[in-house]
């Protein structure tokens, strides 16, 4: 009688360690953080649900657009990341960290517009995040997208996205075929070459340099 009782309440512990660690699995799935892609759909969604709420706003005031996009992309978009890649070791190591934080500050501004203008043109078209393909490396991962026109065009894009600090942020951004960190690269190293290495004057002009890429884009596409 005893050992039944024993095994009873063995078997009712076990049941309760068992409870236990179901639910602490289900709220460690609950908690786990967004895959990549998922990151890159839930803010396409919140951007594109901002902008249809506010496009005639927006479009009768560009900046409040600009300021929405910047508190929207600005938590998945590692744009410290980005604007040293653009400006590459060959420059950045003899860069001061205010020249640094300037050119950060004045890349995302510009960054922006280069994005905000094309974006104010949207009207609709169907957007489709494709299947993972081909191996991804630790810690870096591409999604892949698909845009089409109302005229049925459709235009790749990927986005090239990193882990940091236990989330997915946005390192580059490849718009059909157009390697947008490559052609920033371009137009900064032309830029240091057309200022005689003025590293200064580069970072105060950089939206002349950007208004050129955006038209070399178009010339490209």
């Not at 997915?168 to 830029?191: E, H, P, T, Y």
């Amino acid at each position: 009688m005893i050992s039944l009782q024993s095994n009873m309440m063995s078997f009712s512990a076990i049941r309760r360690a068992f409870l236990v660690f179901v639910l602490s699995t289900v709220s460690l799935l609950a908690q786990a953080a967004p895959t990549a892609a998922e990151v890159v759909k839930g803010t396409t969604d919140q951007l594109l649900a901002d902008l249809k709420a506010n496009k005639q706003l927006y479009k009768q005031d560009p900046s409040e657009f600009y300021a929405a996009l910047d508190r929207i992309l600005a938590p998945v978009v590692d744009m410290e990341g980005i604007s040293k890649g653009v400006m590459t070791v060959r420059y950045s190591r003899g860069a001061s960290p205010e020249q640094m934080k300037r050119f950060e500050d004045n890349f995302k501004t510009s960054l922006m517009r280069f994005y905000g203008n094309a974006l104010l043109e949207y009207d609709n078209q169907e957007i489709r995040i494709l299947p993972v393909g081909g191996k991804q490396e630790p810690g870096r991962e591409a999604v892949n997208m698909e845009v089409k026109d109302s005229k049925g065009t459709v235009y790749p894009l990927s986005y090239t996205m990193v882990e940091m600090d236990g989330s997915w942020r946005m390192r580059n951004v490849i718009i059909n075929g157009i390697n947008i960190g490559k052609l920033f690269r371009d137009q900064f190293a032309q830029s240091m070459k057309d200022h005689g290495n003025d590293l200064n004057k580069v970072i105060d002009t950089w939206a002349e340099t950007v208004s050129k890429a955006k038209q070399a884009s178009k010339e490209s596409a």
